[in-house]
């Protein structure tokens, strides 16, 4: 009797990332810009610098990139600043 362990090959494990979304904000010209600013610094951890880049780029442009990660992530990073009162949305595509 042979022993075919030696033979045998390890089996493969699919791992499935999770795929990466992007939180925008939009321009709503409702809220404050102070307000917005402590929401983004607080709730996202972003610097205080960016986060004022990302306000005037929404308010210009109409909406900015603020945060890239997994969607598992995001999607709570989503629920407080849209429960916080912020236009924000989810894409997979900037």
Same mark, same amino acid.
């Given at each position: 009797?042979? *022993? ?6 390890? %089996?493969? @494990?699919?791992?499935?990332? *999770?795929?990466?979304?992007?939180? @925008?904000?939009?321009? *709503?010209? #409702?809220?404050?810009?102070? %307000?917005?600013?402590?929401? $983004? #610094? ?6 205080? @610098? =960016? ?15 603020? $945060? &890239?990660?997994?969607? &598992? #992530?995001? %999607?709570? /990073? %989503? =629920?407080?600043?849209?429960? =916080?009162?912020? &236009? /924000? &949305? $989810?894409? *997979?595509? @900037?």
């Amino acid at each position: 009797m042979r *022993d075919n362990s030696k033979n045998k090959k390890p %089996y493969k @494990i699919k791992r499935t990332r *999770d795929p990466k979304i992007h939180l @925008i904000l939009q321009n *709503d010209n #409702v809220n404050d810009v102070q %307000y917005i600013h402590d929401l $983004l #610094v607080n709730t996202c951890a972003m610097n205080p @610098i =960016a986060a004022e880049q990302a306000i005037i780029i929404a308010h210009t442009k109409g909406k900015c990139p603020i $945060l &890239t990660g997994p969607s &598992t #992530v995001l %999607y709570t /990073v %989503y =629920a407080i600043l849209h429960k =916080a009162g912020l &236009t /924000v &949305t $989810l894409t *997979d595509k @900037i």
